[in-house]
C-alpha cells in the first residue's frame, strides 16, 4: 500500500503565498495536484513526472510552480494566490498501469 502525507496550507490573505508538500512512501512516476472547491468537481492543478515534464492548468500558470527534490516527494508553490484558490487541495500519485494513490488532502482558504 502506498500512502502519500501533505503538509502545508493554512488561511492566507488575497496575494499571499503557500507552500505545499507532498511524500509518498516509495517512488513514483507521477506526482501532483488536484484541488476541489466546495459544491466543484475536483480538478487538476499541476503533475509533474520522474524526468520532471510539468503541467499547469490555465487557472494557475505563472502563478503556481511545482517541482520534486526526490523521487518521492512533490511541492507546490502557491504565489499571487486568490480567493478563488480557495480548495482542498490533493496530492496524488500515479504509476503506469495507470494506477492513482492520493492524499488525505489539506485546506487552502486565501481571504481578507
Known amino acids: 500500500q502506498v500512502h502519500l502525507v501533505e503538509s502545508g496550507g493554512g488561511l492566507v490573505q488575497p496575494g499571499g503565498s503557500l507552500r505545499l508538500s507532498c511524500t509518498a512512501s516509495t517512488n513514483i512516476f507521477s506526482m501532483g495536484w488536484y484541488r476541489q472547491a466546495p459544491g466543484k468537481e475536483r480538478v487538476l492543478v499541476a503533475r509533474?513526472?520522474?524526468?520532471?515534464?510539468t503541467y499547469y492548468a490555465d487557472a494557475v500558470k505563472g502563478r503556481f510552480i511545482i517541482s520534486r527534490d526526490a523521487s518521492n516527494t512533490v511541492h507546490l508553490q502557491l504565489n499571487s494566490l486568490k480567493p478563488e484558490d480557495t480548495a482542498v487541495y490533493f496530492c496524488?500519485?500515479?504509476?503506469?498501469?495507470?494506477?492513482?494513490?492520493w492524499g488525505q488532502g489539506t485546506q487552502v482558504t486565501v481571504s481578507s
Open positions: 496524488y500519485g500515479r504509476q503506469p498501469g495507470p494506477v492513482y494513490y
Open positions: 509533474i513526472t520522474s524526468g520532471g515534464t
